[in-house]
Every structure is written in C-alpha cells, then in structure tokens.
C-alpha cells in the first residue's frame, strides 16, 4: 500500500471539491491546476481527457535561526475505474546557508490529509 495514495468511491467533481476544501481548511493555498501530462507521461493519463488534474499549493516558508525551510505539496486527483485516486507528493527544503536538504517524505503530514478528505466524503454521503 501506498501512503501517499488512496482511493475514494464517489463522483469525481464531488471528491475534487472535497480535495480542493480540504487543503485549503490545512493551511494549503491552491495556486494553480493543471492538467497532469504537461508534467509527467502515465498511461493513466490521456491527454486532454477529463477526470485528471494536478494542484500545485504555495510554498509556505519559516525562518529558523540557522536555516530556512520551504515546503510544498502537488496533488494529483484521477479518475480511475470505479472511483477517484488522490496521490500527494510532498516536498520540503532546508536551506542552511551553506548547504541544502531537502525530504519528500512526511507520511503523518500526508496521512493526515487524505484521513481528512476521507471524513469529509464519507460526511457528504
């Protein structure tokens, strides 16, 4: 299983409207949607067909003493065969003045959001 996957049963435009609320109430501002093929080849994307869109969030920054950090999510939301897979990919840098780190991992993050946009579907049902 992956953590950063899961599928919903239900309409897609309900669920990506579930999606896009559900990131905003956490703090993550959408700032541009696009179709996913401008970015990456899949066979579960056609191109130009419905049911497939990528959300780009702000980068939210914090200043520490010693470094900065800027994090970010993109989320894919895809018509599959019988219901709606939403794939969030997380990434996060650290800038230390000197050198960089970055991560793109953070299951509870990402568990989080998915946990919320799962009471939210199953709320509007």
């Keep these: 299983d992956q953590p950063y996957k899961r599928t919903y049963y239900g309409e897609y435009a309900d669920i990506l409207d579930v999606v896009r609320s559900t990131m905003n109430e956490e703090g993550w501002e959408i700032v541009k949607e696009v179709d996913p093929t401008q970015y990456e080849r899949n066979p579960l994307y056609a191109e130009g067909e419905e049911g497939h869109i990528l959300l780009f969030t702000k980068i939210k920054k914090s200043q520490r003493f010693v470094y900065s950090t800027s994090t970010h999510l993109n989320v894919y939301v895809n018509r599959i065969f019988d219901g709606v897979e939403v794939d969030v ?14 991560s793109y991992k ?5 568990k989080n959001l998915l946990d919320r946009i799962e009471q939210k579907i199953l709320l509007k049902k």
């Design 89 to 102: 990919r997380y990434g996060r840098v650290r800038d230390f003045h000197l050198w960089k780190m970055r």
């Design 106 to 110: 953070n299951e509870r993050l990402v």
